[in-house]
């Protein structure tokens, strides 16, 4: 069993910076994958970038590629996500997804990951 627990959101303006928390409490499987997806109001949630625990490899959705950046402290068991130049279309519920195996082909998929997090809320105003 894996526990999730997001922080750092809030309400920003375009152009501002966020660093999401997301402390994690259970067994992290070696070879597991860890993300972040968002969903905004009337929209489905998508993925935002994952992260191979052994080694982290980082994967980006390309609406966030150059701005956002993924990254983990092994050693608190904690995975981050350093978002810069936030645009009002970044508004959105952001959770902390993990997943016991890693896979390339999958990682972007929501059935991918079993377990989630209760989401940390995002705003950013114009």
């Known amino acids: 069993q894996v526990q999730l627990v997001e922080s750092g959101g809030g309400l920003v303006q375009a152009g501002d910076s966020l660093r999401l928390s997301c402390a994690v409490s259970?067994?992290?499987?070696?070879?597991?994958?860890m993300a972040w997806f968002r969903q905004a109001p009337g929209k489905e949630r998508e993925f935002v970038a994952a992260?191979?625990?052994?080694?982290?490899?980082?994967y980006y959705a390309e609406s966030v590629k150059a701005r956002f950046t993924i990254s983990r402290a092994s050693a608190e068991n904690t995975l981050y996500l350093q978002m810069n130049n936030l645009k009002p279309e970044d508004t959105a519920l952001y959770y902390c997804?993990?997943?016991?195996?890693?896979?390339?082909?999958?990682?972007?998929?929501?059935?991918?990951?079993?377990?989630w997090g209760q989401g940390t809320q995002v705003t950013v105003s114009s």
């Open positions: 997804a993990s997943a016991s195996r890693f896979d390339v082909r999958i990682i972007k998929a929501r059935a991918a990951y079993m377990y």
């Open positions: 259970g067994r992290i499987f070696t070879y597991s994958a």
């Open positions: 992260l191979k625990w052994s080694d982290s490899s980082d």
